[in-house]
């Protein structure tokens, strides 16, 4: 099954979104992962985007897979992460035959998976290419920072291009929906896409019992800011879970 929700968003995700996101990550994923990683360990990075994620790691020497279900993402991280193997499979899905030291899973790409049934599905999918004692380490968005979506709205304009995003948070299906409109000047007309994606709020709770559920012997959980100093990462939490 593909997943390419993120195509037509591609472009603006990795022109305006990603600048400070890998040195964020690495400060945050240096105690949760790479203490405790051997070096030259082997890292897949699940709904890995445009890539920038897969770059810190392979900088520092891992050996990285990143896997996505947009086309269009991946042709970003062939660029930005040439060191990177590349393969495109959904997170519910991907099964490619082999283990790794660990499995990664970064900026609430997790929220994206709307459906519990579905997140059960791709934490197994962690679970089976892990070696015995691997982790797989991933982020959410708590409730607050779900609600406070909208007042993180976004607009950019460039010669050639623009988007305005806006969100807004509904408390009894616990979705965020980004409504994004799109402007690409191509060969003298602009044109305009539209697209919502949506993300859901999972408990804490929630997540511990799906990871057991998904054949996980133990989760540690992290809080960005009063955990890991990372004032930005201010309702951003961490799982680390391991078989
Ligand atoms: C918020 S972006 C995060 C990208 C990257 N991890 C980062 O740190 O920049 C979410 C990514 O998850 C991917 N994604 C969402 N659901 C997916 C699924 N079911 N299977 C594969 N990829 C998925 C999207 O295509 C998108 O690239």
Same mark, same amino acid.
């Given at each position: 099954m593909a997943y390419d929700v993120y195509d037509s968003f591609a472009f603006f995700y990795n022109k305006y979104w990603t600048a400070a996101a890998p040195f964020l990550m690495e400060k945050a994923l240096e105690p949760l992962l790479f203490s405790g990683l051997p070096e030259g360990a082997e890292i897949l990075d699940i709904c890995c985007g445009t890539g920038n994620n897969a770059?810190?790691?392979?900088k520092r020497g891992y050996k990285v897979t990143g896997a996505d279900g947009s086309r269009a993402m991946l042709s970003y991280a062939a660029a930005n992460?040439? #060191?990177a193997e590349l393969i495109e499979a959904d997170a519910r899905e991907i099964d490619l035959g082999r283990q790794f030291?660990?499995?990664t899973c970064l900026f609430d790409s997790i929220n994206h998976i709307t459906r519990p049934d579905d997140v059960i599905k791709a934490f197994g999918r962690a679970h089976a290419h892990l070696k015995d004692n691997g982790l797989f380490v991933f982020d959410v968005n708590? #409730?607050?920072a779900s609600a406070e979506a909208g007042e993180r709205d976004f607009s950019a304009a460039d010669e050639r291009d623009a988007i305005i995003s806006s969100a807004g948070y509904d408390k009894k299906s616990r979705l965020t929906s980004y409504h994004l409109?799109?402007?690409?000047l191509e060969e003298g007309t602009w044109k305009r896409n539209d697209l919502t994606i949506e993300e859901k709020y999972y408990t804490e709770q929630?997540?511990?019992?799906?990871?057991?559920l998904s054949g996980f012997s133990g989760v540690r959980v992290s809080e960005g800011w009063e955990d890991l100093e990372i004032e930005s990462f201010e309702g951003r939490i961490f799982f680390t879970a391991w078989k």
């Open positions: 770059a810190m790691m392979a992460a040439p #060191e030291d660990a499995v708590s #409730e607050r409109t799109m402007f690409m929630e997540l511990v019992s799906m990871l057991h």
